[in-house]
Protein backbone atom coordinates (compact mmCIF):
# COMPACT_ATOMS: atom_id res chain seq x y z
CA UNK A 1 0.00 0.00 0.00
CA UNK A 2 0.75 3.29 -1.01
CA UNK A 3 -0.21 5.11 2.57
CA UNK A 4 1.83 6.39 4.82
CA UNK A 5 1.83 6.36 8.57
CA UNK A 6 1.00 9.16 10.48
CA UNK A 7 3.89 10.67 12.35
CA UNK A 8 2.68 9.68 16.07
CA UNK A 9 2.33 5.90 14.89
CA UNK A 10 6.31 6.19 14.19
CA UNK A 11 8.61 4.19 16.68
CA UNK A 12 11.06 6.90 17.72
CA UNK A 13 14.39 7.06 18.10
CA UNK A 14 14.90 7.35 22.08
CA UNK A 15 12.62 4.68 22.75
CA UNK A 16 15.14 2.45 23.74
CA UNK A 17 14.99 -0.20 26.36
CA UNK A 18 18.03 -0.62 29.03
CA UNK A 19 19.14 -4.08 27.55
CA UNK A 20 19.52 -3.82 23.92
CA UNK A 21 21.67 -0.70 23.07
CA UNK A 22 20.07 1.64 20.26
CA UNK A 23 21.15 1.23 16.89
CA UNK A 24 20.89 3.82 14.46
CA UNK A 25 21.68 3.13 10.39
CA UNK A 26 22.62 6.07 8.22
CA UNK A 27 23.77 5.55 4.79
CA UNK A 28 23.44 7.76 1.75
CA UNK A 29 23.68 8.07 -2.50
CA UNK A 30 23.90 11.08 -5.17
CA UNK A 31 21.22 11.47 -7.06
CA UNK A 32 23.15 11.61 -9.81
CA UNK A 33 21.90 9.65 -12.22
CA UNK A 34 20.05 6.20 -12.00
CA UNK A 35 21.50 3.98 -9.55
CA UNK A 36 23.45 0.40 -11.51
CA UNK A 37 24.25 -2.86 -10.57
CA UNK A 38 27.59 -1.93 -8.41
CA UNK A 39 25.33 0.56 -5.93
CA UNK A 40 22.62 -1.89 -5.78
CA UNK A 41 24.87 -5.19 -5.07
CA UNK A 42 27.74 -3.03 -2.95
CA UNK A 43 25.08 -0.44 -1.14
CA UNK A 44 21.54 -0.30 -1.46
CA UNK A 45 20.45 -3.96 -1.66
CA UNK A 46 21.93 -4.09 2.11
CA UNK A 47 19.99 -0.86 3.44
CA UNK A 48 17.14 -2.68 2.12
CA UNK A 49 18.54 -6.08 4.43
CA UNK A 50 19.02 -3.81 7.24
CA UNK A 51 15.71 -2.04 6.98
CA UNK A 52 13.74 -5.86 6.94
CA UNK A 53 15.93 -7.31 9.71
CA UNK A 54 15.62 -4.24 11.74
CA UNK A 55 14.95 -4.80 15.12
CA UNK A 56 12.52 -2.57 17.00
CA UNK A 57 15.06 -0.18 18.93
CA UNK A 58 16.80 0.49 15.41
CA UNK A 59 16.52 3.83 13.50
CA UNK A 60 17.15 3.70 9.87
CA UNK A 61 17.73 6.75 7.60
CA UNK A 62 18.80 6.95 3.91
CA UNK A 63 19.37 10.32 2.54
CA UNK A 64 19.69 11.31 -1.58
CA UNK A 65 22.78 13.43 -0.82
CA UNK A 66 22.04 15.79 -3.51
CA UNK A 67 24.61 18.50 -1.52
CA UNK A 68 27.08 15.92 -2.85
CA UNK A 69 25.68 15.93 -5.97
CA UNK A 70 26.43 19.93 -6.30
CA UNK A 71 30.45 19.05 -5.59
CA UNK A 72 30.36 18.62 -9.31
CA UNK A 73 28.54 21.03 -12.12
CA UNK A 74 25.06 20.14 -12.32
CA UNK A 75 22.54 21.05 -15.07
CA UNK A 76 19.63 22.16 -12.36
CA UNK A 77 17.11 20.92 -14.39
CA UNK A 78 18.77 17.57 -14.71
CA UNK A 79 19.45 17.27 -11.01
CA UNK A 80 15.99 18.30 -9.73
CA UNK A 81 14.83 15.42 -12.15
CA UNK A 82 17.32 12.86 -11.18
CA UNK A 83 16.30 13.82 -7.23
CA UNK A 84 12.80 12.40 -8.45
CA UNK A 85 14.23 9.41 -10.36
CA UNK A 86 16.44 8.44 -7.09
CA UNK A 87 13.67 8.90 -4.53
CA UNK A 88 11.09 6.73 -6.94
CA UNK A 89 14.32 4.17 -7.02
CA UNK A 90 14.48 3.86 -3.24
CA UNK A 91 11.08 2.75 -3.37
CA UNK A 92 11.32 0.41 -5.86
CA UNK A 93 14.36 -1.11 -4.71
CA UNK A 94 12.35 -1.83 -1.28
CA UNK A 95 12.56 1.13 1.23
CA UNK A 96 9.55 1.18 3.30
CA UNK A 97 8.69 4.90 4.04
CA UNK A 98 7.31 3.86 7.06
CA UNK A 99 9.66 1.55 8.27
CA UNK A 100 13.21 3.85 7.29
CA UNK A 101 13.45 7.75 7.01
CA UNK A 102 14.23 8.60 3.81
CA UNK A 103 14.79 12.24 2.73
CA UNK A 104 17.09 14.71 0.39
CA UNK A 105 19.48 16.45 2.32
CA UNK A 106 19.60 19.44 1.14
CA UNK A 107 15.79 19.89 2.95
CA UNK A 108 17.39 19.15 6.61
CA UNK A 109 19.90 22.44 6.60
CA UNK A 110 20.95 20.98 10.25
CA UNK A 111 23.59 18.46 7.45
CA UNK A 112 25.44 21.95 6.37
CA UNK A 113 25.02 23.82 9.76
CA UNK A 114 26.89 20.77 11.26
CA UNK A 115 29.42 20.50 8.41
CA UNK A 116 30.90 23.93 9.03
CA UNK A 117 31.35 23.37 12.56
CA UNK A 118 33.51 20.20 11.81
CA UNK A 119 35.15 22.33 9.33
CA UNK A 120 36.57 24.47 11.69
CA UNK A 121 37.98 21.35 13.33
CA UNK A 122 39.16 19.27 10.16
CA UNK A 123 42.30 19.31 8.89
CA UNK A 124 43.44 20.42 5.46
CA UNK A 125 46.47 18.00 5.22
CA UNK A 126 44.26 14.77 6.06
CA UNK A 127 41.52 16.16 3.94
CA UNK A 128 44.32 16.48 1.08
CA UNK A 129 45.35 12.61 1.46
CA UNK A 130 41.70 11.33 0.79
CA UNK A 131 41.82 8.66 -2.17
CA UNK A 132 38.65 9.97 -3.95
CA UNK A 133 39.82 13.81 -3.93
CA UNK A 134 43.46 12.78 -5.39
CA UNK A 135 41.04 10.30 -7.81
CA UNK A 136 38.94 13.11 -8.72
CA UNK A 137 41.42 15.71 -9.31
CA UNK A 138 44.08 13.76 -10.91
CA UNK A 139 43.07 15.08 -14.07
CA UNK A 140 43.18 19.21 -13.47
CA UNK A 141 46.26 19.02 -11.52
CA UNK A 142 48.08 22.30 -12.82
CA UNK A 143 44.44 23.98 -12.12
CA UNK A 144 43.73 24.67 -8.60
CA UNK A 145 41.26 27.97 -9.92
CA UNK A 146 39.63 24.63 -11.34
CA UNK A 147 39.51 22.69 -7.92
CA UNK A 148 36.41 23.50 -5.55
CA UNK A 149 36.34 23.92 -1.84
CA UNK A 150 33.04 21.75 -1.83
CA UNK A 151 34.83 18.81 -3.38
CA UNK A 152 37.80 19.00 -1.37
CA UNK A 153 35.71 19.25 1.65
CA UNK A 154 33.26 16.32 0.55
CA UNK A 155 34.22 14.01 3.45
CA UNK A 156 33.38 16.80 6.06
CA UNK A 157 29.76 17.20 4.64
CA UNK A 158 30.06 12.89 4.57
CA UNK A 159 31.15 13.33 8.42
CA UNK A 160 28.18 15.55 9.34
CA UNK A 161 25.65 13.59 7.47
CA UNK A 162 26.40 10.66 9.54
CA UNK A 163 27.40 12.16 13.07
CA UNK A 164 23.88 14.98 12.81
CA UNK A 165 21.93 11.29 13.29
CA UNK A 166 24.37 9.98 15.87
CA UNK A 167 24.74 6.53 13.37
CA UNK A 168 26.10 3.65 15.12
CA UNK A 169 26.23 1.76 12.09
CA UNK A 170 26.85 3.29 8.07
CA UNK A 171 26.77 0.67 5.43
CA UNK A 172 28.51 1.69 2.29
CA UNK A 173 30.89 0.15 -0.52
CA UNK A 174 34.64 -0.21 -0.03
CA UNK A 175 35.06 2.78 -1.64
CA UNK A 176 33.67 4.94 1.20
CA UNK A 177 35.66 3.56 4.06
CA UNK A 178 38.59 5.69 4.28
CA UNK A 179 35.62 8.88 4.72
CA UNK A 180 34.09 6.62 7.26
CA UNK A 181 37.29 6.71 9.01
CA UNK A 182 37.36 10.09 8.58
CA UNK A 183 34.29 10.58 10.14
CA UNK A 184 35.48 8.40 13.31
CA UNK A 185 38.63 10.69 13.48
CA UNK A 186 36.30 13.91 13.70
CA UNK A 187 33.89 12.70 15.82
CA UNK A 188 36.35 11.97 18.35
CA UNK A 189 38.39 14.96 18.04
CA UNK A 190 35.48 17.01 18.31
CA UNK A 191 34.81 15.61 21.59
CA UNK A 192 38.33 15.18 22.66
CA UNK A 193 38.47 19.25 22.43
CA UNK A 194 35.36 20.31 23.82
CA UNK A 195 35.27 17.36 26.53
CA UNK A 196 32.08 16.01 25.60
CA UNK A 197 30.43 12.65 24.28
CA UNK A 198 27.73 14.23 22.34
CA UNK A 199 29.01 13.25 18.72
CA UNK A 200 29.50 8.96 18.18
CA UNK A 201 32.25 7.73 15.82
CA UNK A 202 30.54 5.11 13.68
CA UNK A 203 31.04 1.87 12.29
CA UNK A 204 31.25 0.85 9.01
CA UNK A 205 29.11 -1.63 7.77
CA UNK A 206 30.87 -2.86 4.23
CA UNK A 207 29.10 -4.88 1.84
CA UNK A 208 29.96 -8.47 0.69
CA UNK A 209 30.10 -6.77 -2.53
CA UNK A 210 32.81 -4.83 -1.96
CA UNK A 211 33.35 -3.31 -5.67
CA UNK A 212 31.87 -4.04 -8.81
CA UNK A 213 34.01 -2.73 -11.49
CA UNK A 214 33.02 -0.98 -14.71
CA UNK A 215 32.49 -3.43 -17.71
CA UNK A 216 34.45 -1.47 -19.96
CA UNK A 217 37.66 -1.25 -17.66
CA UNK A 218 37.46 -3.84 -15.39
CA UNK A 219 40.34 -1.60 -13.14
CA UNK A 220 37.96 1.21 -12.35
CA UNK A 221 34.84 0.47 -10.37
CA UNK A 222 31.52 0.77 -11.95
CA UNK A 223 30.43 4.61 -11.52
CA UNK A 224 27.61 6.61 -12.38
CA UNK A 225 29.83 9.90 -13.65
CA UNK A 226 32.04 7.35 -15.88
CA UNK A 227 31.16 8.99 -19.34
CA UNK A 228 31.36 5.40 -21.07
CA UNK A 229 27.60 4.48 -20.51
CA UNK A 230 28.44 0.47 -21.52
CA UNK A 231 30.37 0.39 -18.51
CA UNK A 232 27.46 0.23 -16.55
CA UNK A 233 23.93 -1.81 -16.01
CA UNK A 234 21.69 0.29 -14.37
CA UNK A 235 18.78 -0.86 -12.67
CA UNK A 236 16.24 0.51 -15.46
CA UNK A 237 18.37 -1.42 -18.25
CA UNK A 238 15.88 -4.01 -20.14
CA UNK A 239 17.14 -7.42 -20.66
CA UNK A 240 17.96 -6.15 -24.48
CA UNK A 241 20.21 -3.63 -23.06
CA UNK A 242 21.43 -5.76 -19.68
CA UNK A 243 22.00 -8.50 -22.91
CA UNK A 244 24.50 -6.21 -24.95
CA UNK A 245 26.15 -5.02 -22.33
CA UNK A 246 27.35 -8.08 -20.64
CA UNK A 247 28.24 -9.52 -24.23
CA UNK A 248 30.31 -6.46 -25.00
CA UNK A 249 32.14 -6.58 -21.42
CA UNK A 250 36.05 -6.43 -21.55
CA UNK A 251 37.30 -9.90 -21.09
CA UNK A 252 40.62 -11.68 -22.26
CA UNK A 253 41.49 -14.35 -24.80
CA UNK A 254 42.51 -17.03 -22.16
CA UNK A 255 41.10 -20.44 -21.75
CA UNK A 256 38.45 -21.18 -19.70
CA UNK A 257 37.28 -19.97 -16.73
CA UNK A 258 39.19 -18.81 -13.69
CA UNK A 259 38.77 -16.25 -10.83
CA UNK A 260 41.70 -14.22 -10.78
CA UNK A 261 41.02 -10.39 -9.79
CA UNK A 262 44.80 -9.90 -9.99
CA UNK A 263 45.51 -11.47 -13.50
CA UNK A 264 41.82 -11.69 -15.05
CA UNK A 265 40.05 -8.63 -13.94
CA UNK A 266 37.25 -8.55 -16.51
CA UNK A 267 36.11 -12.12 -15.63
CA UNK A 268 36.98 -12.03 -12.04
CA UNK A 269 34.35 -9.10 -12.40
CA UNK A 270 31.66 -11.34 -14.00
CA UNK A 271 32.24 -14.02 -11.55
CA UNK A 272 32.06 -11.80 -8.62
CA UNK A 273 29.05 -9.87 -10.09
CA UNK A 274 27.18 -13.54 -10.51
CA UNK A 275 28.05 -14.61 -7.48
CA UNK A 276 26.56 -11.62 -5.64
CA UNK A 277 23.58 -11.17 -7.96
CA UNK A 278 22.00 -14.45 -7.39
CA UNK A 279 21.15 -13.87 -3.61
CA UNK A 280 19.73 -17.50 -3.49
CA UNK A 281 23.42 -18.90 -4.74
CA UNK A 282 24.62 -22.31 -3.11
CA UNK A 283 28.33 -21.00 -3.50
CA UNK A 284 30.18 -20.19 -0.49
CA UNK A 285 33.34 -18.36 -2.75
CA UNK A 286 33.78 -16.96 -5.81
CA UNK A 287 36.37 -19.48 -6.32
CA UNK A 288 33.93 -22.56 -6.01
CA UNK A 289 31.80 -20.95 -8.05
CA UNK A 290 34.42 -20.80 -10.38
CA UNK A 291 35.52 -24.22 -9.99
CA UNK A 292 32.35 -24.92 -11.86
CA UNK A 293 32.57 -22.80 -14.32
CA UNK A 294 35.76 -23.74 -15.65
CA UNK A 295 34.65 -25.71 -18.54
CA UNK A 296 32.56 -23.28 -20.08
CA UNK A 297 33.27 -20.62 -22.67
CA UNK A 298 33.06 -16.85 -22.68
CA UNK A 299 30.09 -16.47 -23.90
CA UNK A 300 28.56 -19.10 -21.90
CA UNK A 301 29.54 -17.23 -19.18
CA UNK A 302 28.02 -14.08 -20.18
CA UNK A 303 24.90 -15.76 -21.02
CA UNK A 304 24.62 -16.90 -17.39
CA UNK A 305 25.79 -13.94 -16.22
CA UNK A 306 23.32 -11.71 -18.34
CA UNK A 307 20.45 -14.07 -17.44
CA UNK A 308 20.98 -13.74 -13.69
CA UNK A 309 21.25 -9.83 -13.83
CA UNK A 310 18.03 -9.52 -15.97
CA UNK A 311 15.94 -11.57 -13.15
CA UNK A 312 17.86 -9.10 -10.54
CA UNK A 313 16.65 -6.26 -12.33
CA UNK A 314 13.42 -6.97 -13.48
CA UNK A 315 10.85 -6.31 -10.37
CA UNK A 316 12.96 -3.42 -9.76
CA UNK A 317 12.58 -1.89 -13.12
CA UNK A 318 8.69 -3.10 -13.02
CA UNK A 319 8.19 -1.62 -9.72
CA UNK A 320 10.17 2.37 -10.37
CA UNK A 321 8.20 2.56 -13.38
CA UNK A 322 4.96 2.76 -11.10
CA UNK A 323 6.86 4.84 -8.70
CA UNK A 324 8.47 7.44 -10.92
CA UNK A 325 4.41 7.68 -12.24
CA UNK A 326 3.02 8.69 -8.61
CA UNK A 327 4.98 12.20 -8.09
CA UNK A 328 2.32 12.97 -5.45
CA UNK A 329 3.33 10.38 -2.91
CA UNK A 330 7.07 11.13 -3.52
CA UNK A 331 6.33 14.58 -2.77
CA UNK A 332 4.31 13.30 0.31
CA UNK A 333 7.41 10.81 1.13
CA UNK A 334 10.17 13.34 0.79
CA UNK A 335 7.93 15.74 3.12
CA UNK A 336 7.93 13.33 6.25
CA UNK A 337 11.30 11.89 5.89
CA UNK A 338 12.50 15.19 5.53
CA UNK A 339 10.45 16.08 8.75
CA UNK A 340 11.63 12.97 10.75
CA UNK A 341 15.28 13.29 9.37
CA UNK A 342 15.04 17.42 11.00
CA UNK A 343 13.94 15.84 14.11
CA UNK A 344 16.50 13.53 14.37
CA UNK A 345 19.31 15.83 13.65
CA UNK A 346 17.82 18.63 15.77
CA UNK A 347 18.84 16.97 18.72
CA UNK A 348 22.30 16.62 18.14
CA UNK A 349 22.44 20.27 16.60
CA UNK A 350 21.16 21.33 20.45
CA UNK A 351 24.03 19.44 21.86
CA UNK A 352 26.67 20.21 19.60
CA UNK A 353 25.96 24.15 19.60
CA UNK A 354 25.94 23.96 23.74
CA UNK A 355 29.12 22.32 23.33
CA UNK A 356 31.15 24.56 21.58
CA UNK A 357 29.68 27.87 22.91
CA UNK A 358 27.31 28.75 20.67
CA UNK A 359 24.21 27.98 22.87
P1 LIG B 1 29.40 8.96 -8.83
O1 LIG B 1 30.01 8.22 -10.00
O2 LIG B 1 28.38 9.98 -9.23
O3 LIG B 1 30.44 9.45 -7.86
P2 LIG B 1 28.84 6.44 -7.58
O4 LIG B 1 28.37 5.51 -8.62
O5 LIG B 1 30.25 6.30 -7.11
O6 LIG B 1 28.52 7.91 -8.04
P3 LIG B 1 27.68 7.11 -4.99
O7 LIG B 1 26.38 7.84 -5.02
O8 LIG B 1 28.93 7.90 -4.70
O9 LIG B 1 27.85 6.29 -6.36
O10 LIG B 1 27.61 5.92 -3.94
C1 LIG B 1 26.43 5.32 -3.45
C2 LIG B 1 26.80 4.04 -2.72
O11 LIG B 1 27.14 3.04 -3.71
C3 LIG B 1 28.00 4.15 -1.79
O12 LIG B 1 27.75 3.39 -0.63
C4 LIG B 1 29.12 3.53 -2.57
O13 LIG B 1 30.08 2.96 -1.71
C5 LIG B 1 28.41 2.46 -3.38
N1 LIG B 1 29.09 2.17 -4.65
C6 LIG B 1 29.30 3.04 -5.65
N2 LIG B 1 29.92 2.45 -6.68
C7 LIG B 1 30.11 1.15 -6.32
C8 LIG B 1 30.70 0.00 -6.96
N3 LIG B 1 31.20 0.08 -8.18
N4 LIG B 1 30.73 -1.18 -6.30
C9 LIG B 1 30.21 -1.27 -5.04
N5 LIG B 1 29.64 -0.24 -4.38
C10 LIG B 1 29.58 0.96 -5.00
Known amino acids: SRELAPWNSWSRPQSTTATTPRKTIFSGIQPTGVPHLGNYLGALRQWVDLQDDAAPNTTLIYSLVDLHAITVRQDPKQLRQWKKESLAM ?52 DSSEKLKLGLFSYPVLQAADVLVHRA ?47 LADPLAKMSKSHPNPKSRILLTDSDEVIRSKV ?30 ADSRSAYSS ?20 ADTVE ?17 SHLDEVAAQGAERAAKSAAVTMKAVKNAVGLA
Open 90 to 141: LLAIGLDPNKSIIFHQSDVPAHSELMWILSCQASTGYLGRMTQWKDKTANEK
Open 168 to 214: THVPVGHDQAQHLEFAREVANGFNHTFGTDVLIPPETLISPAKRVMS
Open 247 to 276: KAAVTDSNDGITYDPQRRPGVSNLIDILYH
Open 286 to 305: QEELAGDLAGMSMRALKDRV
Open 311 to 327: STVKHIRASYENMLHDS
